[in-house]
């Protein structure tokens, strides 16, 4: 069973930068793919970023692109989310999934059977 351990949210004005932090710990297996989501109030649960543990190769949508950066320490076994440039809408609980196996859409939270508990993040003007 892997468990998922995110930290480094908070509150910061528009514009400012934060680095978000997941540990994994306790699976047997590697994890294949790792990414965030992020939920705000009253919304569906977005993909914001993932990356393929082995070779570190990462994806992320239009929305995030350019503003923030996903990234691993193997030896840590640890996922970072770097964001720059925060903007109100960037407000939401962020969480990190993993999945041991490849997935087909890894934009789909399902395709995710491993998940952290969350760390907020909001941007105030």
């Known amino acids: 069973q892997v468990q998922l351990a995110e930290s480094g949210g908070g509150l910061v004005h528009a514009g400012d930068s934060l680095k978000l932090s997941c540990a994994a710990s306790g699976g047997t297996s590697r994890q294949y793919v790792m990414a965030w989501f992020r939920q705000a109030p009253g919304k569906e649960r977005e993909f914001v970023a993932a990356?393929?543990?082995?070779?570190?190769?990462?994806y992320l949508p239009d929305s995030v692109k350019g503003r923030f950066t996903i990234s691993r320490d193997n030896v840590l076994n640890t996922m970072y989310l770097q964001m720059d440039e925060l903007k109100l809408e960037d407000t939401a609980m962020y969480y990190c999934?993993?999945?041991?196996?490849?997935?087909?859409?890894?934009?789909?939270?399902?395709?995710?059977?491993?998940w952290g508990q969350g760390t907020q993040v909001t941007v105030s003007l």
């Open positions: 999934a993993a999945t041991l196996q490849p997935v087909v859409t890894i934009v789909h939270p399902y395709q995710y059977p491993y």
């Open positions: 990356i393929w543990w082995d070779s570190g190769n990462t």
